[in-house]
C-alpha cells in the first residue's frame, strides 16, 4: 500500500471502500494523495514536537489540515511547500507515517481516520474565523492532541474520548465563526436571492470564504461587473454588509458537484474560495481562479494580498452575458439562529398550539450520487405542520421546492452554509430550554447527508452534545468500522438512511 495512493476520506470513494491506484475518485491524483500523506505525517512530527501556542505556526497548522480536505488542493507543489514549511518547525523529527494509519488494525484505523478527517474539516472552519481575526487556544490545542494521537498506539479506550474531544472543540470552533461572521457582516436575515442573469461583465464566487466575496465586491466597485455566487456561497445574500452592494446580483448556478455542466461557456470569471473544488476542463480552466487554501495546477492563484484584478480582468476580457435570461425562481437563506430565536415565542407558542407537530433538520454536504434522491423525497414528504430546517450545500436537493407556511412561518428555512450548523444547534437548545426538556426529547430529527471532512467534525459535535437517532446517508463512511459503528448504533443510535416514507414514520413515532 505504500507504493501506491489510499484515500477514503470521503463519501464519493471509489467502491465505497477507498480511492487507489493512479487517481481518486475526486481527480486527485496519487502523487498529491501521497503528498497529502506525507504532509499529515509532518504535521503529527510537529505536534510531537511542539504545542500549539505560537500564532504564525498555528496558522501553518490549520492552513496545511485545511489543504488536505476533499476537493481543495490538487496541486503538488503547493503541498510540498506547506510540508516544507511544517518540517522547518518541527525538523522533520517525531513524523509517523499516514500509512501506518490506514493499515491499522480495523477499528484504530476507523477512529483514527475520525480524528483526522474530523479534525480536517474543523481547521477549514478555524481557518475561516482566523481570516477575520478569532482564534481559539482550545480549538487550536485539539488539533495538536489530536495529530498526536492519531500518531500514537492509543487503543480505543484512548482513542474515543479524543474523537469526542474534536466534537466538543468543534461546537467552539464553529461559535467563534458565527461570532466572526456576524460580527463582520451583521446578523444574517432572510433574503429572497434572485436566480437571474442580468447582462454585462460578471464574477461567480464559490466556496464559503465571505472576506474574499466582500473583497471581490469591493475591488469590482464601479467597473460595471456584476458579481454572483454559486454553491456554499448563496447566504452570504443575508449579511448586510454583503447584500448592501448593489451589484451582488443573485445566485448563478446550484450545488458544487455540477459545476462543469454549469461553468461550461459561462462568459465569466470564476472564483472558488474553499472547497468544492473539481479539476476545471480545459475548455474553461483560464476563467478560473483559486484563493486561501484552493489551488489547482495551471489556474490563476489569488495571493495574501486577496488582489482579484486577475479575475476582474478576465471577466471585463469575456464580456459576460449578452442578455437576462430570467426564469423568475429565486431562493429564500437567511434564516440564521438570530432570525429564529427571534420569533422564538411565535415557533414555542405554534409548538403549544399544535400547529407546529414537528421540526426536520435536513442537510449537510451534497455529492453526485443517485442515491442523494432520498434528501428531496423526504423533504417532498413532510407533512405540512412541520418545519424543515436546512443548511450547507445539500439544501440544494430540494431548495427549489416551495412547501408553504405554517403559523406564519416558511415551511423550509435556510440557516446558511455547513458551519452554520452551530445556529441549528442553538435553536434545538434553546427550544429545549424553552420546553423544559433535552433536545432528544424535542419533537425534532435530524436527517444528515455527508460528503466530505467538514460533515465529519459536525457529526461528531452532535455526538459530544449527546444527540442521538440520527440519520445519516446516503451511506455511511468507508471508515467506520463494524466495531465502531457498533459503538455509535449502541450509545447514539445512529441510522443509515433507508426509505424516505419510513424513515418519516419512525421519526414522528
Ligand atoms: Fe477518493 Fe474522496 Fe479521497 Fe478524493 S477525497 S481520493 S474521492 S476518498
Ligand atoms: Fe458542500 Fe463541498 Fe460539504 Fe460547506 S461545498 S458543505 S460538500
Request: proline share 5%.
Amino acid at each position: 500500500m505504500s507504493e501506491e495512493m489510499f484515500c477514503f476520506q470521503c463519501e464519493q470513494t471509489a467502491g465505497g471502500r477507498g480511492c487507489m491506484g493512479r487517481a481518486g475518485v475526486c481527480g486527485k491524483t496519487s502523487e498529491v494523495a501521497m503528498l497529502q500523506d506525507e504532509l499529515t505525517s509532518a504535521l503529527i512530527g510537529l505536534a510531537n514536537n511542539t504545542d500549539a501556542g505560537n500564532p504564525e505556526v498555528d496558522s501553518l497548522v490549520r492552513r496545511a489540515l485545511f489543504a488536505t480536505l476533499t476537493n481543495v488542493d490538487f496541486d503538488a507543489d503547493s503541498i510540498r511547500s506547506l510540508t516544507a514549511e511544517v518540517r522547518k518547525v518541527s525538523g522533520g523529527k517525531g513524523e509517523c507515517p499516514a500509512s501506518s494509519i490506514w493499515t491499522a488494525q480495523e477499528d484504530i484505523r476507523s477512529l483514527k481516520s475520525l480524528i483526522l478527517f474530523g479534525i480536517r474539516g474543523m481547521a477549514a472552519y478555524a481557518y475561516h474565523a482566523e481570516v477575520l481575526g478569532e482564534t481559539s487556544p482550545a480549538v487550536d490545542a485539539m488539533l495538536y492532541k489530536a495529530l498526536r494521537a492519531i500518531g500514537s498506539d492509543m487503543g480505543m479506550d484512548g482513542l474515543l474520548p479524543v474523537v469526542l474531544g474534536v466534537g466538543e472543540a468543534n461546537l467552539e470552533c464553529m461559535a467563534m465563526l458565527d461570532r466572526a461572521n456576524t460580527g463582520t457582516f451583521g446578523v444574517p436575515s432572510p433574503a429572497t436571492v434572485s436566480r437571474d442573469v442580468e447582462p454585462g461583465p460578471a464574477i461567480i464566487v464559490t466556496g464559503h470564504d465571505l472576506e474574499d466575496l466582500k473583497a471581490i465586491l469591493e475591488q469590482t466597485e464601479g467597473k460595471g461587473i456584476n458579481v454572483y455566487t454559486h454553491g456554499e456561497m448563496l447566504p452570504a445574500h443575508a449579511y448586510p454588509e454583503l447584500n448592501k452592494y448593489p451589484h451582488l446580483k443573485g445566485n448563478f448556478g446550484t450545488a458544487w458537484q455540477n459545476q462543469k455542466k454549469e461553468f461550461e461557456g459561462v462568459p465569466a470569471a470564476v472564483v472558488f474560495t474553499t472547497n468544492c473544488l473539481m479539476p476545471p476542463a480545459e475548455s474553461y480552466r483560464d476563467r478560473v481562479f483559486t484563493s486561501g487554501p484552493v489551488a489547482y495546477p495551471g489556474t490563476v492563484h489569488i495571493g495574501d494580498g486577496k488582489d482579484f484584478t486577475p479575475a476582474i480582468e478576465k471577466a471585463l476580457e469575456l464580456g459576460g452575458f449578452k442578455e437576462a435570461t430570467s426564469t423568475g425562481a429565486t431562493f429564500t437563506t437567511g434564516f440564521g439562529h438570530g432570525f429564529v430565536l427571534s420569533v422564538a415565542d411565535k415557533v414555542i407558542e405554534a409548538v403549544k398550539a399544535g400547529q407546529i407537530g414537528h421540526f426536520f433538520l435536513v442537510g449537510g454536504c451534497d455529492g453526485a450520487k443517485p442515491g442523494r434522491g432520498y434528501f428531496r423525497e423526504f423533504v417532498q414528504n413532510t407533512p405540512e405542520n412541520t418545519v424543515v430546517l436546512t443548511l450547507a450545500c445539500g439544501k440544494y436537493r430540494f431548495n427549489d421546492l416551495d412547501l408553504g407556511t405554517v403559523a406564519g412561518l416558511p415551511r423550509m428555512m435556510d440557516m446558511g452554509q455547513c458551519n452554520d450548523a452551530y445556529g441549528a444547534i442553538q435553536v434545538a437548545v434553546a427550544l429545549a430550554n424553552a420546553f423544559g426538556c433535552g433536545v432528544n426529547d424535542l419533537p425534532l430529527s435530524m436527517v444528515l447527508s455527508w460528503y466530505e471532512q467538514k460533515a465529519v467534525c459536525i457529526l461528531l459535535t452532535l455526538l459530544h452534545l449527546g444527540i442521538k437517532d440520527i440519520y445519516l446517508g446516503p451511506s455511511l463512511p468507508a471508515f467506520v468500522s463494524s466495531g465502531v459503528l457498533d459503538f455509535l448504533v449502541q450509545n447514539f443510535g445512529i441510522h443509515a438512511v433507508g426509505e424516505p416514507k419510513a424513515d418519516m414514520d419512525a421519526m414522528l413515532g
